[in-house]
């Protein structure tokens, strides 16, 4: 039941492009996607619904493939301040209104 | 608008010994949900209340577990008996109903038993 992400590290220079993958075995309703910087609580970055439109935040968007159970993360001309780990939370057709929880993927952005 | 609250922010014990944590919603937020996450690992669900009604729990939580929201308000998560294996980062996160809506979370109760 838990979506499955890959990679499960990156290492990018500033200026570099980066995708991170989210899959589930489940229909989805919602896919969530946050960030957690070491020692931080997680940030919410976007929601992704069945059925919606692909979302944008600054240089990081995401897709939300629902006859896949996919999504991807797209981060565009990487900041250092991008770096952390990456979740996505995916929320089951059915409305179970929980999340369940990659195990992340971890970012680094290098000068 | 402060975000969500928990308390205390670290706490050690001694295996055997009955835990407490609270958790302070943003106010506005009907939902409030526990999690538990470990070293390199993804919040692990553990329960979730819509106001004061606790909607969910997770097959994996033992008696030892139990959490409260009296009123709708703040929430308590208690273990009892603690055993080394519950040492970890228990995460409160809070959310309004409807959908494009995130959790927020808070900054957690890291919990390390001896």
């Known amino acids: 039941q838990q979506p499955v992400q890959s990679p499960q590290a990156v290492i990018l220079r500033e200026g570099e492009d980066a995708v991170i993958n989210c899959s589930s075995s489940k229909a989805l309703y919602s896919v969530h996607w946050y960030r957690q910087k070491h020692g931080e609580a997680p940030v919410f970055l976007m929601i992704l619904l069945k059925g919606g439109e692909q979302k944008g935040h600054e240089k990081i968007s995401a897709s939300f493939n629902e006859k896949k159970q996919q999504s991807s993360l797209y981060l565009t001309a990487s900041q250092l301040s991008y770096s952390g780990t990456y979740f996505c939370g995916t929320e089951k057709s059915g409305g179970s209104e929980k999340l369940v929880f990659g195990k992340g993927t971890k970012l680094t952005v290098n000068p | 608008d402060t975000g969500v609250s928990q308390d205390p922010r670290h706490k050690i014990t001694k295996r055997g010994q009955n835990v407490t944590f609270r958790c302070d919603p943003i106010s506005e937020h009907n939902r409030l949900y526990w999690y538990r996450q470990t070293l390199g690992q993804g919040p692990e669900f553990l329960t979730y209340f819509q106001n004061e009604a606790q909607l969910e729990k997770s097959r994996l939580l033992s008696d030892r577990f139990s959490a409260e929201r009296p009123k709708g308000s703040f929430s308590t998560l208690e273990i009892q008996r603690t055993e080394q294996g519950d040492s970890a980062m228990y995460l409160c996160?809070?959310?309004?109903?409807?959908?494009?809506?995130?959790?927020?979370f808070g900054s957690g109760t890291r919990l390390t038993v001896v």
């Open positions: 996160a809070s959310s309004s109903t409807g959908t494009g809506n995130g959790y927020t």
